[in-house]
């Protein structure tokens, strides 16, 4: 009997890069030929644009559609609990995968019952001039660089915009955790359960994924001040025994203070 792989991918204003994901998640299924039964699961979280109209003329999806956008957390919940995967796959509506990425992540979550969930690995767009914004994020300095199986991922490196995990994983540990409806944090907080529960399970393989991002700097710091004003707090209030791990020492800080205030946020976007 074949395994069956639900592939979630929750979309909110992504009519810019949401035929090209759908696409290259179709191109990576094809790629494992029949060794494998398929669903591609597109939440459309309350989206304002065309996201919608794209999707309901994409043949082999199922469209679930939200009335208004309710948090990604909850979009991928919702991609969940309407799935039959023995495996789930949480695609981003901006992120293509390879056309090996299916082949190769399951190849290492089938070689260990040890090995609960595998991240694959981000690269920019090909061909274009990167932002210093866009230097960073794809550099060295942020999250976990060795990439091998054979190697456990720290939790706060397992991401889910290109990711496979076990349901029965997710069945144990919950789902992501919907009170957490502003930005971030939500892939921080599942894995501290899945770390929790099977603290050698995650694993991140240099399995490339394309993320296709023009966000601006003044974004993504409204986005970070954004976080750290609501997600992070419940997070630390979740999780009181991972609050210096995660950096909540720095908050009441002089460091902190110097560095986390609007004023300091405009200058930094200068």
């Known amino acids: 009997m074949k395994n069956t792989i639900s592939i979630i991918v929750p979309c909110y204003n992504a009519e810019h890069t949401i035929l090209n994901t759908i696409n290259a998640v179709q191109q990576s299924i094809s790629a494992c030929q029949s060794k494998w039964d398929w669903e591609i699961i597109a939440v459309n979280d309350g989206s304002t644009d065309s996201t919608e109209t794209i ?30 995967g023995t495996y789930i ?8 995968v390879s056309k090996k990425w299916f082949l190769e992540v399951l190849k ?4 260990s019952p040890n090995i609960i969930g595998v991240t694959g690995t981000l690269t920019p767009q090909p061909n ?47 789902f992501f955790d919907e009170s ?18 099977f603290p050698s399970g995650m694993r991140k393989i240099k399995a490339e994924s394309q993320h296709i991002t023009n966000k601006s700097l003044n974004q993504h710091l ?18 009181p025994g991972y609050k210096n791990d995660l950096g909540y020492q720095y908050v009441n800080s002089l460091l902190g203070k110097i560095l986390f205030n609007r004023l300091s946020k405009s200058f930094i976007n200068c």
Do not use: W
């Open 89 to 96: 796959a949480f695609i981003d509506a901006d992120i293509e």
């Open 180 to 197: 957490l409806n502003r930005y971030g944090g939500e892939d921080t907080e599942l894995a501290i359960r899945i770390n929790e529960k």
């Open 108 to 111: 290492v979550l089938k070689s």
């Open 55 to 84: 999707l309901k003329k994409t043949e082999m999806i199922k469209l679930i559609n939200h009335k208004s956008n309710r948090s990604l957390a909850c979009a991928r919940n919702t991609g969940i609990k309407n799935s039959t």
């Open 128 to 174: 274009i001039t990167m932002s210093p914004l866009s230097q960073y994020l794809f550099s060295k300095y942020r999250g976990q660089q060795k990439v091998n199986k054979n190697i456990c991922l720290n939790y706060k490196s397992f991401v889910f915009s290109n990711t496979i995990i076990k349901r029965s994983a997710l069945d144990s540990v919950g």
């Open 222 to 239: 409204l986005n970070m001040f954004d976080y750290g004003r609501f997600n992070f707090l419940k997070i630390i209030n979740k999780h």
